[in-house]
């Protein structure tokens, strides 16, 4: 597998092809980056910690009968996944106000967004990610009306886990953001769930458990990481 050249070299992950048609290998690595790659690092065990969370997260979706490209973990950085093509979109849950919805709209940072608030974005680094709506995504193409909302309804499904999840660790879920993709006639749940596509604030002491820490050079990033694995997963 390594001696493979990966088909696509994201700024996280790496995938390669597999021997079975049906099967995709994704290799997170250990780069971590920020607004839009321009603060980058190499952290040591960051892609084990954002594997290790994933997986165990797309396990929990899919016994509760959400459908994930998830397939197993080959090892502890290595997922295989379905291959899908991915929708340009990001859909992003919002349980409070933070990051871009405090710098662009009169939210103070941390209000409570009861019921959560849908952000779907426009998946496009060259373009920066502009938000986008359902209007413009059915003009480009990119999901049908119907489609977009099936999505949203599974990604207030996939809050509904993550916050019981996080909640049971003592985290409040901020903010997540989902990327999904088509296999066959279906949509799957894609990408990675993990510390650097979540907020995840303590709820006792607010201190980020994300990449928060790593964007706003608030402490130790992979202490952070490793707490939050470790906590959610028990291992
Ligand atoms: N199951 C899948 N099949 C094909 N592509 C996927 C799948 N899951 C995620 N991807 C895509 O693989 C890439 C993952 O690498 P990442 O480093 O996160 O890239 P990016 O810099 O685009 O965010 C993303 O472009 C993501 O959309
Ligand atoms: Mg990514």
């Known amino acids: 597998?390594?001696?493979?050249?990966?088909?696509?070299?994201?700024?996280?992950?790496?995938?390669?092809?597999?021997?079975?048609?049906?099967?995709?290998?994704?290799?997170f690595r250990d780069d971590i980056t920020a607004f839009?790659?321009?603060?980058?690092?190499?952290?040591?065990?960051?892609?084990?910690y954002n594997a290790t969370v994933s997986a165990y997260l797309f396990g929990r979706l899919e016994e509760k009968g959400i459908a994930t490209h998830f397939v197993r973990m080959e090892d502890e950085r290595t997922?295989?996944?379905?291959?899908?093509t991915m929708i340009p979109v990001e859909v992003i849950v919002r349980n409070a106000a933070a990051g871009s919805?405090?710098?662009?709209?009169?939210?103070?940072?941390?209000?409570?967004?009861?019921?959560?608030?849908?952000?779907?974005?426009?998946?496009?680094?060259?373009?920066?990610?502009?938000?986008?709506?359902?209007?413009?995504i059915v003009a480009l193409g990119l999901m049908t009306?119907?489609?977009?909302?099936?999505?949203?309804?599974?990604?207030?499904?996939?809050?509904?886990?993550?916050?019981?999840?996080f909640g049971r660790i003592g985290l409040d879920l901020v903010d997540f953001k989902l990327?999904?993709?088509?296999?066959?006639d279906r949509i799957l749940l894609g990408d990675e769930i993990s510390m650097d596509s979540m907020r995840l604030?303590?709820?006792?002491?607010?201190?980020?458990?994300?990449k928060d820490v790593y964007r706003f050079d608030k402490g130790d990033v992979m202490a952070t990481y490793a707490?939050?694995?470790?906590?959610?997963?028990?291992?």
């Open 179 to 184: 990327e999904f993709g088509r296999h066959g």
């Open 201 to 210: 604030w303590d709820m006792e002491t607010h201190a980020s458990m994300d």
């Open 101 to 136: 919805l405090v710098r662009n709209y009169p939210f103070e940072e941390g209000q409570r967004l009861d019921p959560p608030v849908i952000v779907l974005d426009y998946k496009d680094d060259a373009r920066h990610d502009p938000m986008i709506n359902e209007e413009i």
């Open 79 to 84: 997922m295989i996944v379905r291959p899908l």
């Open 36 to 48: 839009d790659g321009a603060k980058k690092d190499e952290l040591t065990d960051k892609g084990v």
């Open 1 to 27: 597998m390594t001696e493979q050249q990966p088909i696509y070299r994201g700024k996280a992950k790496s995938i390669f092809r597999s021997d079975n048609p049906d099967e995709l290998i994704v290799s």
């Open 145 to 165: 009306a119907e489609e977009i909302d099936a999505v949203k309804t599974i990604a207030l499904q996939v809050n509904d886990l993550l916050r019981a999840e």
């Open 227 to 235: 707490t939050v694995a470790e906590r959610l997963t028990g291992a």
